[in-house]
């Protein structure tokens, strides 16, 4: 199946910081999200991406499909950001069953 | 739209006893999914329904679990009988608008403890 992997891992910032969160895939897809789990377990959605560039508030993405990756951009981190990031990717053919990656842990310190 | 509702939000329950775990799909949607989070797989597909019909259970780890969805607006997943390692967040997933490459939404999930 296709491979996703997100980096870092772990990520610590002071509030005010900016940062990027990658995301990598193994194979061609027709859908990436990115999710934000909060401390209370519940995934948000964040971006619907497959390929493009969007922008809400703070935060942005960018999906450039031909080289299979994403990118996660927070801007003037806030504590409430804090928490784990995951991207997910689906290929067509796959009856778009969504594969995670690992998640990026984010924590913001005030 | 309430979006994804799943039931209960938390459940406990002891080794060899049965548990079901429950969701109803955003109005309009035409899959939905079940993931299982543990701290050592992290997020990961059990099953996939498509217009109510079972389409991939490969992910669905043993004959202990089953899932139906027997209509459109419910869904359900059971353990029988249920084991420790199957202490886990269950989430549930819909989509809408098959052959179509749009976003799934997420319910709240169900954190089960077997002891």
């Known amino acids: 199946g296709i491979q996703v992997e997100q980096s870092p891992p772990d990520l610590i910032l002071q509030e005010g910081a900016n940062s990027t969160l990658r995301c990598n895939f193994s194979?061609?897809?027709?859908?990436l999200q990115w999710f934000h789990q909060n401390p209370w377990g519940q995934l948000i959605n964040l971006f619907y991406i497959p390929s493009g560039t969007k922008q809400n508030g703070r935060l942005s993405a960018t999906t450039v499909a031909t080289e299979r990756y994403s990118l996660l951009y927070i801007s003037s981190s806030q504590t409430t950001d804090s928490g784990v990031y995951f991207c997910a990717v689906a290929r067509n053919n796959a009856g778009n069953m969504l594969t995670f990656g690992g998640g990026t842990r984010l924590m913001v310190k005030p | 739209d309430a979006g994804v509702i799943q039931s209960p939000r938390h459940e406990v329950t002891e080794m060899g006893q049965e548990v079901t775990l429950r969701c109803k799909p955003i109005s309009g949607h035409d899959y939905l999914f079940w993931y299982r989070q543990t701290m050592m797989r992290g997020l990961e597909l059990l099953i996939y329904?498509?217009?109510?019909?079972?389409?991939?259970d490969s992910g669905m780890p043993e004959d202990r679990f089953s899932a139906k969805m027997p209509n459109a607006s419910f869904s359900t997943l059971k353990i029988q009988p249920s084991e420790p390692r199957d202490s886990a967040v269950y989430f549930c997933?819909?989509?809408?608008?098959?052959?179509?490459?749009?976003?799934?939404?997420f319910g709240q999930g169900t954190r089960l403890t077997v002891v």
């Open positions: 194979d061609s897809v027709n859908n």
């Open positions: 329904f498509n217009n109510n019909v079972p389409i991939d």
């Open positions: 997933a819909s989509r809408q608008r098959q052959g179509a490459n749009t976003e799934a939404f």
